[in-house]
């Protein structure tokens, strides 16, 4: 199939070492793995294959920047986040491009990801100058408080292949304005993103050892131990799936770290009767679809109400017609690939799964060799049950299967009923409804009305097996914080 490679304007930000104490280093071994476009399955590049050692030199190098950088002014900080976030705006394009090729979304989708990422540094170049903490008259009579929020320390930050920029400046943004230094393990499918971020901070001034940057695939198990079980580092922030966030919290719990954990999702979306119906497809079109369904907040479990199931389904069906799969850089191309044939693979098995059970597919349903190994139609099937696998895990590609349910009570349960809670959404014009539904959904996040909830501004994050901790907005910085007491005896 045609595919071009991207030729950047800065051919210098596409780095095949990782980022170490300002250095540009291969790991000892000189091993190295291959990263491949998910479009055509070619080789693009090979990044070093860190080892256990390779990962302790890196938080040495956090550590020993650290006593410095801590003590840099919020003002200082804000600049350097500044100046980085000048510079992802000036590179926005390269940044798309390395996105797409290995990623494989569409570059529109890419282009509103290199935006959203840099958004992060903006946001947190704000809030470094504000942290800070409370005056407090304690019961003692004559004592006076202050508290002092401190930076934590060396921070391993565990990012996810679905954003390869947005995951990562959502972690260094307020890592650095609280003036943390820290550790980012790249994710192994799509790594090239995150080096040139790396590249970036070196122009941006950022001061050597503050932020480095590592890569493995083989060893991602054995970085991952390092990095969770070192005892220098204070707090790991990841991003991915739940049974993943549950072995790293158990090697967390040796040197009790801090930790922020963004795990998986099932996302309820409902569209109940008194909806207004074009406005719901349109929602459920942005978070079904968005990076073809490879995010954690992507709608997974789709109720419509049973008298607008009908007009319901004929609109989005059109409307998903109306998109172009193909390699991501094609003029055209709304969805690109899928990560990887395995991700192909679960979005077939819950296709087939649901026919097996009585489903129907109205729109797609099939592997698309003809495009790539790693290409599936956007889907579109009717008559899910609870009894389908569609309903029970999260598919994490373009599969929308449509629910049909009669009463809010009905839905209400049906949406609770899973073990995770990161997104919900639902569609109303019931004002009392709207506060009533949102009150009830056991979720970190609700969209009313609308299918786009993910903004620097707004506390991203879950509850139940979603994890805990919350990214972006005023709160974010509080993850890599510790509050200190200072007690003043005036008697
Ligand atoms: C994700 O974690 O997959 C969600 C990304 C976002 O909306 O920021």
Redesign the pocket.
Known sequence: MPHEAPKLADPSLFKQQCYVNGNWVDARSKKTFAVSDPATSNQIATCPEFGKEDTVTAIEAAAAAFPSFRKTTGRERSRLLRKWYDLMIQNGEDIAKLITWENGKSLSDARIEST?SAGFFEWFSEEAPRIYGDTIIPSVPGNRAITLKQPIGVCALIA?W??PA??IT?KVGPALAAGCTVVIKAPAEAPLTALALAELAHRAGIPKGVVNVITALDNTISVGEVLTEHPTVKKVSF?GSTRVGKILMKQSASTLKKLSF?LGGNAPFIVFNDADVDLAVKGLIASKF??SG?????ANRIFIQSDIYNEFTNKFVEAVKAFKLGAGFEEGVTHGPLIHERAVDKVDEHVQDAIDKGGKVAVGGKRRPDLGSCFFDLTVMTGITKEMKVTKEETFGPLAGLFPFETEEEVIKLANNSEVGLAGYFFSKDVARCWRVAEALEVGMVGVNTGA??DPATP?GGVKESGFGREGSKYGVDEYVVIKTITTSTA
């Open positions: 959203y996810p679905n954003f947005a995951m959502r991003t963004e968005r990076g490879q995010t954690c907040v992507c909830i993910s991203f």
